[in-house]
Structure formats: C-alpha cells, structure tokens
C-alpha cells in the first residue's frame, strides 16, 4: 500500500501542471489481505481491520494533500468508494469474530448485514465526491452506482457515450 499511494501522489506531482489527466487508484483496502504497517498498528481501537482501513484513510490524504500541495484541488474531481459492505472481520486469527463483537464497531453503520448480505449493510457504500468548484459540501440520499461514474465523467469531458442501451446515469444533476 505504501509504494502505491507513493506512486499516485508522485503522478500527481508530475502531470499537475500539464493540464488535465485521470488517475485510477484502487485501494488494496480495505480488502484482504489485511496488513497495515507498523506505522498503523493499535491506532484504530478496532484492531488490525480498523487499523487498515485507517491507513487507507492515510493513503486518501495524502492524494488529497498532493492535489492541495499542486494547486489543483479545486478543479479536480476526487471521488472515493468503496466496495460492496463491510466484511465486518476483526483482521486477527487470534480473536475470532466480528468488530462489531469484538469492538463495538459497526462499520455498516445504522444498517442491517454485512459483506455477502442481501441487506443494505452488505451492498451499501461510502460514495464521496470532492470538486470544490462544482459540488457543494453536505450528503445526499440519492442512490447511484459506481458504474454511473463513466456517463458522469463523459459528461464531464463532453465526451459521447457508445450508442445503444446505457446502464450509466450522470451524477452532475446531483
């Protein structure tokens, strides 16, 4: 995780100032394997998974400081998402269960299930959206998919979507 997020900021130090460009940056997290650095390790208080997620928490700053740092966070779409609900796991062979029982920690929030669950909980997902100069703080109800990113970022670019059937809705009415 760490070369990743090294070699994503150091494309944003490259190209920010040659106009625009996209950068595609998968988390390995908050997936399996789970295994944050020494540097993230009992920093969560919700054991080894809190602490992964917390370091990919880090690995988002540190895109976000590195659009800051360039000057180009405010005309820059950062979208950050996750996949579908939280696995719930606790991260340690040591201490079978869930960080829901072992923590306390509910990381799908107000909603039934987890990972895998035909519930809310298992499919639900953080959906963030920074564009200073286009959205406005707050949240939104609104249900969307992460495949409507593509017609949004046609829109975006003014770019024609492939004739025929389109499953993808723009975003930018939002």
């Known amino acids: 995780m760490p070369a990743l997020t ?20 998968p988390l390995t997290g908050p997936h399996t394997p789970i295994a944050p650095t020494a540097e993230f390790r009992g920093q969560s208080e919700a054991g080894i998974y809190g602490d992964w997620v917390l370091q990919m928490d880090d690995a988002v700053g540190q895109v976000a400081a590195a659009l ?5 966070a405010d005309n820059t779409i950062l979208i950050v998402a996750s996949d579908n609900g939280s696995p719930g796991r606790n991260g340690s062979t040591e201490a079978p269960g869930t960080v829901v029982e072992t923590f306390g920690h509910n990381p799908s929030w107000i909603l039934r299930g987890m990972k895998a669950d035909t519930w809310d909980g298992g499919h639900r997902i953080p959906f963030l959206v920074r564009w200073p100069d286009r959205v406005q703080p707050g949240t939104s109800d609104q249900l969307v998919c992460l495949f409507d990113i593509f017609a949004t970022m046609a829109e975006v670019i003014a770019a024609e979507l492939p004739a025929g059937p389109q499953d993808s809705r723009s975003l930018l009415p939002l």
Not at 13 to 21: E, H, I, K, L, V
Not at 68 to 72: A, C, L, S, T, V
């Open 6 to 25: 090294r070699r994503a900021v150091g494309v944003i130090d490259r190209r920010a100032q040659d106009g625009p460009f996209f950068l595609y940056f």
């Open 68 to 72: 800051e740092r360039n000057g180009i």
